[in-house]
């Protein structure tokens, strides 16, 4: 199975979400919706510096860095493939 992708835009360049209108009700709590959007910003801000430094540090020391812990086990593959270019011995 192949994926590609096509048309590809940058963050910075993709238009914002622009979410000001809102059909209001009486059976929403808005307050606690507010604090659940504001908290699950804060997970997306933490989970993109997380990626941040996870690619700064593979870029530093290489693919082999970061990798999972059953990657470690006897048997795994990560490692030698890591090393491999195009699936061939580099």
């Known amino acids: 199975m192949n994926i590609s992708a096509n048309r590809v835009v940058g963050e910075s360049d993709a238009p914002e979400k622009n979410d000001g209108c809102e059909q209001l009700d009486f059976f929403t709590d808005y307050d606690a919706r507010q604090e659940a959007q504001r ?3 804060e997970q997306l801000e933490r989970e993109r510096k997380l990626q941040e430094a996870e690619i700064s540090i593979k870029k530093k020391f290489g693919k ?20 491999q270019i195009g699936g061939h011995k580099a």
């Open 39 to 41: 908290e699950e910003a």
């Open 64 to 83: 082999n860095a970061v990798l999972k812990g059953m990657n470690l086990e006897e048997g795994a593959t990560a490692k030698n493939r890591n090393r």
